[in-house]
């Protein structure tokens, strides 16, 4: 409660303060590492951390910060238009290669967030290699469930989020449900099982919050024997990396 609560220009995304942030941060800044990868399983909030590096580091990269979401990729081509898209670049002609490394070069120093990388690894590990050829300004953060396995690349390892902020994440979450929703002395301890029983996992407590319009914190509880079942989302629009 009173907590303010930062949201990523590019994705939405709550921005947390995470444990891992310092660690990222000495890799990407003070250590000689060009490609980084933060793994973790779907929901563990590796696209929440990206967002937070790189919204607390914006003026480090003279030639900017860029967030792509390759969710929806799934070749070479479509991710050398979604990265060119993301960059403002318009990919015209016959060489839409050539313009994109040509915009790479010219940038100097900059950050390029290859998000949801995991569906499309085989189709990105050529073009990552090359870009990183063309320039050492350039750095690549990656979020994926599978690494790339590329000379250069270094993993970190992203674990769920505390049970504070999971509860934070919950609240904010179910205020879209209710704009009154409040976790206080009343509630907290039937929201921190609710989070725990779910690992403390974003995505998973995204999904709980979400039935705050139609089930009160107890009923919520009550269901998650079914947890599987009660937090699998309707939407049409849903994104099959989510439904799974």
């Known amino acids: 409660k009173g907590v303010e609560i930062e949201r990523c220009g590019a994705c939405g995304a709550v921005l947390l303060d995470r444990g891992e942030l310092e660690e990222l941060a000495a890799q ?3 250590g000689d ?17 990206a967002c937070r590096y790189a919204v607390q ?29 993301s960059l403002g670049v318009p990919l015209t002609g016959n060489n839409p290669d050539e313009q994109l ?11 390029l967030i290859l998000d949801n990388l995991e569906q499309v690894v ?20 990656t979020t994926s469930r599978a690494r790339l396995r590329l000379p250069q ?28 929703f409040e976790i206080d002395e009343n509630n907290k301890e039937i929201v921190t099982e609710i989070v725990e029983r779910l690992d403390c996992m974003s995505l998973a407590i995204e999904l ?26 309707q939407h049409q629009d849903q994104a099959a990396r989510q439904a799974t």
């Not at 590492?33 to 951390?49: C, N, P, S």
């Not at 189709?123 to 990183?132: K, M, Q, Y």
């Not at 989020?161 to 205020?175: H, I």
């Open 33 to 49: 590492i060009r490609l980084l990868t933060l793994l973790g399983a779907g929901g563990a909030g590796k696209t929440r951390l």
């Open 122 to 141: 085989d189709g990105a590990r050529e073009a990552i290699a090359h870009w990183l050829s063309l320039t050492t300004d350039l750095r690549i953060l």
């Open 208 to 233: 709980a919050a979400a039935r705050l319009g139609v089930l009160s914190t107890t009923d919520l509880l009550e269901h998650l024997s079914a947890r599987f079942k009660l937090l699998r989302d």
């Open 28 to 30: 990407l800044i003070t």
């Open 57 to 85: 580091n914006l003026n480090r990269y003279s030639g900017g910060t860029w967030f792509c979401d390759l969710s929806e990729t799934h070749d070479s081509d479509e991710i050398l238009r979604a990265v060119g898209t």
């Open 153 to 180: 690349e270094e993993l970190m390892f992203v674990d769920p989020l505390s049970v504070d902020e999971a509860l934070l994440l919950f609240q904010d979450r179910g205020r879209k449900q209710r704009k009154d």
């Open 101 to 111: 490394d040509a915009y790479i070069r010219s940038r100097g120093s900059m950050l």
